[in-house]
């Protein structure tokens, strides 16, 4: 069973700096893509960045390019999100996502398979 557990998230000032982690159970692929979104109270959920487990190519919203680095650990079956410079406009909660179906459509929710429970952060002006 595939489970996606994410940690790290918090309260911090503009300015500063969290990381998030998602740490996945379950066999992995070579082709599999891990993502963070992040949905904000009465908004859709968004496209953050994306990971493609076996070559490690990113993807970024616009956003957020720049300032947050998406990151992997095959090892430790682990995806990290480092974010930087953050803005009270990124305060959400983030959701780690795992697709297993092969596409590009990185940028959408519906391509994803499994989804972890999420993260609040809040930035603070």
């Known amino acids: 069973q595939v489970q996606l557990v994410e940690s790290g998230g918090g309260s911090v000032q503009a300015g500063g700096s969290l990381r998030l982690s998602c740490a996945a159970s379950?066999?992995?692929?070579?082709?599999?893509?891990m993502a963070w979104f992040h949905q904000a109270p009465g908004k859709e959920r968004e496209f953050v960045a994306a990971?493609?487990?076996?070559?490690?190519?990113?993807y970024y919203a616009d956003s957020v390019k720049g300032r947050f680095t998406i990151s992997r650990d095959n090892a430790k079956n682990t995806v990290y999100l480092q974010m930087n410079s953050l803005k009270p406009e990124d305060t959400a909660v983030y959701y780690c996502?795992?697709?297993?179906?092969?596409?590009?459509?990185?940028?959408?929710?519906?391509?994803?398979?499994?989804w972890g429970q999420g993260t609040q952060v809040t930035v603070s002006s």
């Open positions: 379950g066999r992995t692929s070579s082709r599999d893509v």
């Open positions: 990971i493609t487990w076996g070559s490690g190519s990113t």
């Open positions: 996502a795992r697709s297993i179906t092969y596409g590009y459509k990185f940028d959408s929710p519906t391509f994803y398979d499994y």
